[in-house]
């Protein structure tokens, strides 16, 4: 079955420490998104990537850093710069930007918490 | 700016009875409209969208949402809910005129649907 597979589905980060959230997809789709999610806040995008090798930041880039190699992949990196990182974390894709009239499908999320 | 808003935290409901879950937007031109669900731990899974056309969008599981441009408001309903339908629910907005084609959500209503 196509989808988007995101890893890992807990993780616990001491503070100060950097920290690397998997994004797989074989859907084919060119664009990837990650978003932030916060009790009461909706989603808020982080990142995105409209093809291989070329991204864009979104609303509440400070603090996280990305890289799109390949077409599947599209890991997120939350590094220490990051102040509130406690957070869900979802990642999307679409089949490409379609002008914002694309859906998207989205992983099952990763949940960080800072100790 | 674009914005969208859903100004029920919450909105409880008795098995069988109509359901709406409300959203208003602001974006310049004309918007793309998107309905969400999520379960618990889980992603957000596509419920339906209004690009162009019928003012009224049918989609997944019997909801159905009705484009009102006067009103600036895409309300989600359903005629008779289910217990399962229990969710949180996200309204987002793109807008075409916005070069980023960025889809922005709002904070979510869950959705409580009683025996």
């Known amino acids: 079955d196509g989808g988007i597979t995101q890893s890992p589905k807990y993780l616990f980060r001491k503070e100060g420490q950097n920290v690397t959230l998997s994004c797989e997809q074989n859907?084919?789709?060119?664009?990837m998104y990650w978003y932030r999610q916060d009790p009461g806040q909706g989603l808020r995008l982080i990142y995105y990537?409209?093809?291989?090798?070329?991204?864009q930041k979104g609303d509440i880039a400070e603090g996280y850093s990305v890289s799109r190699e390949k077409k599947e992949s599209f890991p997120l990196t939350v590094t220490s710069a990051q102040k509130n990182p406690t957070a869900f974390y979802l990642c999307?894709?679409?089949?490409?930007?379609?002008?914002?009239?694309?859906?998207?499908?989205f992983g099952a999320g990763s949940r960080l918490t800072v100790l | 700016a674009q914005s969208v808003a859903q100004p029920e935290d919450q909105v409880n409901v008795a098995e069988g009875n109509p359901l709406t879950v409300k959203c208003t937007y602001s974006?310049?031109?004309?918007?793309?409209l998107f309905w969400y669900v999520q379960y618990p731990n889980r992603g957000l899974q596509f419920l339906l969208k209004?690009?162009?056309?019928?003012?009224l969008v049918k989609g997944s599981y019997g909801f159905e949402a009705e484009f009102n441009k006067s009103q600036t408001s895409f309300h989600l309903k359903k005629p008779s809910a289910l217990v399962s339908d229990s969710a949180l629910y996200f309204c987002?907005?793109?807008?075409?005129?916005?070069?980023?084609?960025?889809?922005?959500f709002g904070s979510g209503t869950r959705l409580l649907v009683r025996p």
């Open positions: 999307a894709s679409s089949i490409d930007l379609g002008a914002g009239a694309n859906v998207l499908t």
């Open positions: 859907l084919n789709h060119d664009a």
């Open positions: 990537s409209q093809i291989v090798n070329d991204f």
């Open positions: 974006v310049s031109g004309n918007p793309y």
């Open positions: 209004y690009i162009t056309g019928d003012n």
């Open positions: 987002a907005v793109s807008a075409p005129m916005d070069s980023s084609y960025k889809l922005i």
